[in-house]
């Protein structure tokens, strides 16, 4: 059990409006208060493979640790992530020789009070705490390395050509090191996972509105976002995960 | 390969191949593309097309402001140096010079480049 939390948790991934396949794939397991999320990329089908080894890998795998672990969890969820980066490296290698494979992820875990979210590339871990929307991940992203360097400013980010080129991936080589952060939950955060279909399209402002909803029907807030992102072009493939810590009965 | 596409007034006169190197654009006669235009200065732009330090088989694409009198106008505003992105119109004077880059339509797609620091 987790301290009298628990994350109920809803999802949807939606190809959009352009593209003939979706290379995103969302899972979830409410019992391990788990939740994850991959965007993949590589030419023939190789994306949907890619985000889905990662996805089915992590539910497979992944084993809560026990209560009360702290850092110790971080180590072991690592691990799990580098092993499953290289089983893709791997697939990749036996079955498309020199054509790159690989996927983002996006996960989150809770155990006892605290979250924690690990991310690779540019899926987005966002929380809405008492109405307010934060970006809890730093993109793995060229653009964002461009910023730190002095290379381009800030408010050209959005319109820069290398936008969507990514500096971390899963199955692109041997080894990969997650991003791993861990935060304390509070009973009503929402936490939303998405691919970058939705928050290339979506602000922070319009995904706070609907999360902020008075509705609160989340399989409802996770179309609406989609409906969003579509009607705005939705020229990739979209996923959003909602993960909402509550009080456990 | 990218090239630019000159216009004015919507009317299209004319596209220019961009290679490795750079295009220089003003109202001088030395220039590679001459504006007559009264508001354009002499030595008026730079166009810079290098290699990409981070895409193979891509170059980059710059507009760089030659301290003009009037200024070089991309997306509505005053730049000094710019990098250009497919569909990106540069106003100089009374001219638009639009993109047209399909090597950059590929980076539409998420793409990966790991440092080796990586």
Known sequence: MTGGMRLDIVGLTDTGLVRDHNEDSIGWDCGRNLAVLADGMGGHSAGDVASRMAVEGILQEFQLPPSNTRNDDLGTTAQLIDHINN??????????????????????????????????????VYRLRDGVIELMTEDHS??????????????????????????????????????????????????????????????????????????????LVARTLVDQANQVGGEDNISVVLAVVTAAI | MAKLVHSQ????????????????????????????????????????????AYMEDVNDVFIIDQKSTNGT????????????????????GQHDFCLIDEETRGLEQTMIYIPDDE
């Open chain 1, 87 to 124: 089983d893709i490296h791997r697939f990749a290698q036996d079955t498309l020789g020199n054509e790159r494979m690989g996927t983002t992820l996006a996960m989150i875990f809770l155990n006892d009070d605290q979250v924690t979210i690990c991310h690779v590339g540019d899926s987005r």
């Open chain 1, 142 to 219: 060229l653009v964002r390395q461009l910023i730190e360097q002095g290379t381009i400013a800030k408010e050209d980010a959005e319109n820069s050509r290398y936008k969507n080129v990514i500096t971390r991936a899963l199955g692109v080589r041997m080894g990969c090191e997650a991003e791993i952060n861990q935060f304390s939950a509070q009973i009503g955060d929402v936490y939303l996972l998405c691919s970058d279909g939705l928050s290339d399209k979506v602000s922070d402002e319009a995904m706070q509105a609907a999360l902020d909803d008075d509705g609160r029907d989340w399989a």
């Open chain 2, 9 to 52: 007034a919507g009317k299209v006169f004319g596209e220019y191949p961009l290679q490795e190197g750079a295009l220089r654009i003003g109202r001088g006669l030395g220039n590679d593309i001459c504006l007559e235009d009264l508001t354009v200065s002499a030595c008026h732009a730079l166009i810079e097309v290098v290699p990409s």
């Open chain 2, 73 to 92: 106008i991309v997306n509505g505003k005053h730049i000094k140096r710019h990098l250009l992105k497919h569909g990106e119109v540069v106003a100089i």
